[in-house]
């Protein structure tokens, strides 16, 4: 398989051009994989461990607000945005022919524009490090492959308000989605927009290799991320969580059995923002990474 | 004289129409194998490494030539191949295999690296401070006390400051200079004064036939077949470059496909195959493609210009005032600048005039002589500035060109020199006839349509002779006479016309004439370069000098056999008679055999070339010689003139224009073949439609890399460029300065051409003169629409 | 590996003598070319650019050829060499225009080798493209001609979307001002398209010029009788008068009735990377007189919104006179 193209440039130096798109096909067998094989392992393999009934706590209320209202409308639209992006760079790609560039950049835009607002909006309203990955995470991280390895009852360990799992993905995805808006906006020196006509002279052609081959991958990347967010998010065990990026709750059930109310300490939040889920691009849908 | 004057067919006449004649791609050896090259794709680059090991190891690759296994000539010289390319397509090395399909993806299996250099594509990037250089050892050179040095020159800023809120060309310090009166005076004595900055692009010459040849090796000895415009000085100049005695060293090259100053003596990639040939002991073929042509084929240079000239309200031009930069490629030092400063002085004459120029080593194709080099562009470029000063002074634009037109006694240039003779009125009153000048000048500004008329009248002169070549003539036992001409044949005629002197003076049918050209073998004798039009006056004083020496001999060898005094006996009707009776030609190439000596070339002249010499001897004893060199005086350096006279249509909602009507009316001394001369008038005219109108040079700036380099690209003028009436005249006056009285005529009719139709369309513009070369329809269009002009003032290369 | 131009390299050709054949060697083999009069391959081939493994030459594909009364318009099969289309009865007495634009290709040489298809389907001129340059167009990541610097006189002036090359077929603004329709087949069966919608711009596939997809043949254009004896006009501006692409082209079909426009239909070549359809021209000149004024607002019209690169701010008033000319009626 074909990873990256080169071509001769106009003095015959072999120089990158862009990824080659045998890895669109990659990464989403890749995804395809993932899922089924996830698939499989929950339903046969996994071991079930005994579920035990959370002690009851009246204290905490009937609905618990995992997302708030500001929150999942940017989740939604960044959903939306995302996938146009990917079905603009795509489709055409699988032979699906449109006029895409200018949808594709308008989308990019509005994705970074969201994005800039998600972070200013986590890091003044919300709790901005509860959804990256510490140490202590990591240890987590560890112990979960352990578990894992020796097979023992994958019993949920309750956690703070966001999961490891979730923290991982969020963390994928701002990493790979901040390498397809920088790349991105380089790329638009590349094409006539409303606010400049294209200079494709503003990187050299090595350079110009380089922005193309890192979005293409960050593009495909996000392809399988993106398989496998969807995936989760209509799995039966975690559809109550997609039902709270819907309505924004979850039930007192729920908050009691998948959070450690030690570490989700509700109303500990920022004013009005205790609740919210704002976790960075979409992650906070839903748990990833199989127990 | 029965010969000149008159239409005949030249001897290659029946070969070329029948396909015999054999151009240099057409030989064949036995065991002959294929060259290709591998072009350098950058601009400016040093070759860090060559790894030829794959290509070397398929089947059928012979061996590469590389750039350490040819003459490298002292800088800025040109090799054949090198490690240093300095423009895109330059060689770099040659590969030799059994056939071009092999050689060609051997080509691709070479692994080369590359280091970029620093390039200029335009000149004046070159000049700017801190601008990059062509060449390593410099942007230009120049004659110091310490003689000729290669230097980089930069002009300071201030003047690319000044030069742009002024809106002209940038004038920094130049490397030529000369004057002569006092310009000051002459400016403020002008009843009108222009000045203006004018740009001329670069041409490749594109000859129908590539630079293409053949070699293999016999006994130590190269047999080399290539295209050349000039035989006998092709072969001494491969000899040199092939560091070979000329006695070792076969060229051949009978047929010339298209010259135009490109393939004037030696070409340097016929080195190629000759050594080739040698490293891997096959005879080795290199087909020149047209895209290697485009690249290795030569070009003319382009001129970025600035001119103030000052006319008197009677027309007189009082002064002018001249700044060229020329645009050189990377190599030699080509002299069109400075020869565009002498053609400015000659052919306007003005009471005083300043010359400054200098010429820039550029990253793009090599340039050398292109048909008029210097006149065709100057006069492109400021005949239309003539035409604008006759409009506002109210002159007719026929009568400002005689008024300032030279006389017999004028002196132009640098040295003050003079002309063997300047019938340039009777050449412009010939052709202004023949076109009918007041009849068409009533069509000037005439709207059919969107269609306005323009009328234009352009003058050109250029160089037409040069003197002091030998002449070698032979009867052999067969009674024919055989001219052996050491000039090429490039389609001009002149190796069959400049042969007629010999048969006139010794009063021969043309039947009993055989011209022997084009292979060294054939003994030939030394000869001027076919080049600047140099051929018709050079060889039929040569030839005729010869003919006088046979005549004589003729004469001595009857009186020998027959008896009585040699001045008794007449040479006609292809025998020699007198008191004692008649000895035909054959019996008087048996005697001169008989009596050896100088009648059979055993003994020689002491003045002629040791070339011809070596030819002489080898042709010695085998009929009755004729052999000289041309001493006849020459007095004032000789220049033939062309007038154009063009009726373009112009369309002013599109910028199109047509040629509907061009006459081209010649000084050439005497007409020695008409159905030629008109070939010449008409040919390069349309040589010079193609330069006023479409055919130039495109580079990217950011890569230095060109795009016109196929014909369809260059757009050189095909026939439907051309107006269906052309006609010609000439003035039909012999130069005193020549026996024969002939004067060269292949080079003017090109600017002729060029100028008539800037003229044309300056007219058709109300007189507005754009100021570049080539006019091409966005140029025009842009004007009539008052829009910005697509290139920029000192823009050359778009 | 070292660059070599001008010496074509080896492959494979195949020289089928039926459509069926024809896809069916397109269907078994990858990295194909079809070859129709080889004018426009040539170049590429000889460069080295373009390098197919299979060549697929149609020339003796008897179906391809011809041109017969279809409906109340014609068909002519794709192979008809130019000088044919030229030469036609048919063609001449009622759809002049494409005669006139199929007269101006080129060169007597090139119109009797060259086919109607391929003029059609012909790559662009774009000569950083042809150069070989690593351009969007190639499937790189830049377009060379469209810098500030960059060499664009010839370029388009409308219809830019990365790539800024033009389409330089002439019987394309021909056929699509003949409302004609272009006949594809492939293994999977005949599709039929509108002219204008035959031709594809960067902004849909920046790689080809046309909708044809590897395995396709463009096998016959059919034009209706809707245009038959309208009153044409034709004009190409070039550099030189043979052998030349057009700067500019104009190519349009106008039915008049008492000097009042009834209906036309008008397109442009050479100013972007498709033949361009004047539909708004068409509106607005509907119902109009035809002389200079509606000449002029249609070619301010049909150039609003161009956008002129670096060199070739001529193309808008060149296109806007050429549009004017055409709706005004000169004699062509």
Known sequence: MEILRTAPNPWGQEVLVGVAWDLLWAAAIAGFLFVVGHHLYVWIMAPKAPKTAPEPAPEVPERVERHSQASRTFHWLMAATMLTLLVTAFFPVIGVQFAWVTIHWIAGIVLTLLIIWHIIHASTKQDFWSVWTGTKEIGQAFQAVGKFLRREPAKEERSGKYPLDQRAYHNAVTLVSFGVIVTGILMMFGVDTWFWASNPYFLSDSTWGLVFVLHGLCGVGLVTMVIAHIYFAIRPEKRWMTRSMIKGWITREEYLEHYDPDLWKLGTEPAGAELAGGSASSADADGVVPA | ?798 | MAVIRDMMPAFELFQPTSVDEALDVLERHDNTWVLAGGLDSMDWFKDRIKRPDVVVELGSVSELTGIRASGDGIEIGAMTSLRDVVASDDVRSRFGLLAQAAAEVATPQIRNQGTLGGNLIQDTRCWYYRGGWPCYRAGGNICYAGTPRSMNREHAVTGQSRCVAVNGADTAGALVALGAQMMVRSAGGERVYEAEDFFVGPEIDIERMTVLEPGDLLTHVRIPGDWADARFYWEKVRDRKSWDWALASVAAAIVESNGTIERARIAVNGVAPTPVRLTDVENLVQGMPANDDTGMAAGELATRGFKPLRHNDYKVPLARNLVRRAVRGDAA
């Open chain 2, 1 to 798: 004289m029965a010969l000149i004057g008159q239409d005949i067919s030249p001897p290659d006449l029946r070969a070329k129409v029948t396909g015999r004649a054999k151009y240099a791609e057409d030989f064949r050896a036995e065991g002959m194998v294929f060259a290709k090259l591998l072009l350098s794709p950058m601009p400016h680059a040093r070759v860090r490494s060559v790894d030829a090991s794959r290509a070397l190891a398929m089947p059928g690759v012979l061996g590469i030539l590389r750039a350490s296994e040819v003459n490298q000539p002292e800088a800025p010289g040109e090799a054949a191949l090198t490690d240093e390319p300095k423009y895109v397509g330059e060689p770099i090395l040659a590969l030799a295999a059994v056939d071009e399909t092999t050689a060609a993806d051997a080509i691709e299996a070479i692994d080369i690296d590359l280091e970029p250099l620093p390039f200029a594509i335009d000149p004046l990037d070159s000049l700017r401070p801190g601008g990059p250089d062509a060449r390593l050892d410099g942007n230009v050179m120049r004659f110091g006390d310490s003689g000729r040095e290669l230097v980089s020159l930069k002009w300071p800023q201030t003047e690319f400051d000044a030069a742009e809120a002024e809106g002209r060309l940038p004038m920094g310090e130049p490397t030529d200079e000369w004057d002569h009166g006092d310009l000051d005076a002459a400016f403020a004595e002008a009843d009108y004064v222009l000045e203006d900055t004018i740009v001329h692009q670069s041409l490749t010459h594109h000859p129908m036939e590539p630079r293409s040849s053949m070699a293999y090796w016999e006994d130590g000895r190269c047999y080399l077949y290539g295209s050349t415009q000039s035989t006998q000085r092709a072969h001494q100049a491969m000899a040199s470059q092939l560091d070979l005695e000329p006695g070792e060293l076969v060229f051949v090259g009978q047929y010339c496909g298209g010259g135009f100053g490109s393939k004037i003596a030696g070409v340097p990639i016929y080195q190629v195959t000759a050594l080739l040939a040698r490293k891997i002991q096959r005879p080795v073929m290199m087909r020149i493609n047209r895209y290697e042509e485009n690249y290795i084929g030569r070009a003319r240079p382009g001129f970025q210009a600035w001119t103030k000239m000052g006319f008197r309200r009677d027309g007189k031009i009082t002064g002018i005032d001249l700044y060229i930069i020329q645009d050189h490629g990377p190599y030699g030092r080509s002299g069109d600048y400075n020869t565009a400063g002498a053609v400015t002085d000659l052919m306007y004459q003005p009471d005083a005039m300043r010359f400054r120029g200098l010429t820039l080593y550029t990253n793009t194709p090599p340039r050398s002589a292109q048909r008029a080099p210097g006149g065709a562009q100057i006069v492109a470029m400021l005949e239309p500035l003539v035409d604008k000063a006759a409009r506002e002074l109210g002159i007719d634009r026929v009568e400002i060109r005689k008024i300032n037109a030279p006389t017999h006694d004028s002196e132009f240039g640098p040295g003050r020199a003079t002309t063997t003779s300047a019938f340039v009125r009777e050449a412009i009153e010939a052709g202004a006839e023949q076109f009918d000048w007041a009849g068409k000048q009533a069509l000037s500004g005439q709207r059919n349509g969107t269609k306005v008329t323009g009328v234009g009248v352009g003058l050109s002169p250029y160089v037409g002779g040069s003197s002091g070549f030998d002449g070698l003539l032979l009867i052999r036992p067969d009674g024919k006479l055989y001219i052996h001409q050491g000039i090429g044949n490039l389609g001009t005629h002149s190796m069959a016309d400049t042969a007629r002197a010999a048969a006139d003076e010794l009063g021969l049918e043309w039947d009993d004439c055989a011209v022997i050209w084009g292979d060294s073998s054939q003994h030939h004798p030394y000869s001027s370069v076919q080049a600047g039009s140099q051929t018709i006056h050079a060889h039929t004083r040569a030839n005729y000098a010869a003919a006088l020496d046979m005549k004589r001999k003729l004469q001595e060898v009857a009186a020998a056999a027959l008896g009585g005094s040699a001045s008794a006996y007449r040479v006609e009707g292809a025998r020699v008679t007198g008191p004692g009776g008649s000895l035909s030609f054959a019996q008087a190439a048996e005697r001169a055999i008989a009596m050896g000596g100088e009648y059979s070339g055993q003994e020689l002249p002491e003045d002629i070339n040791d070339y011809t010499r070596a030819s002489a001897t080898q042709l010695a004893g085998q009929g009755l010689m004729g052999v000289a060199r041309d001493n006849f005086s020459h007095e004032g350096s000789t220049w033939s003139w062309v007038v154009g006279f063009a009726v373009v249509e112009l369309d002013t909602e599109t910028g199109d224009v047509r040629i509907v009507d061009y006459t081209g009316s010649a000084d050439c001394g005497i007409v020695v073949h008409p159905r030629s001369l008109a070939a010449q008038i008409h040919g390069g005219s349309v040589q010079g439609f193609g330069q006023a109108r479409s055919q130039k040079w495109v580079f990217d700036p950011k890569w230095g890399v060109p795009f016109a380099h196929r014909l369809y690209t260059a757009r050189p003028p095909g026939i439907l460029d051309v107006p269906l009436s052309m006609d010609w005249a000439a003035a039909g006056e012999p130069d005193p300065q020549t026996p024969i009285g002939a004067k060269g005529i292949g080079e003017p009719p090109v600017g002729a051409g060029s100028a008539a139709v800037t003229s044309a369309i300056a007219d058709a513009l109300d007189g507005r003169c754009l100021c570049r070369v080539p006019l091409t329809t966005d140029v025009i269009l842009a004007e009539l629409e008052g829009r910005a002009q697509p290139h920029a003032l000192t823009e050359i290369h778009s």
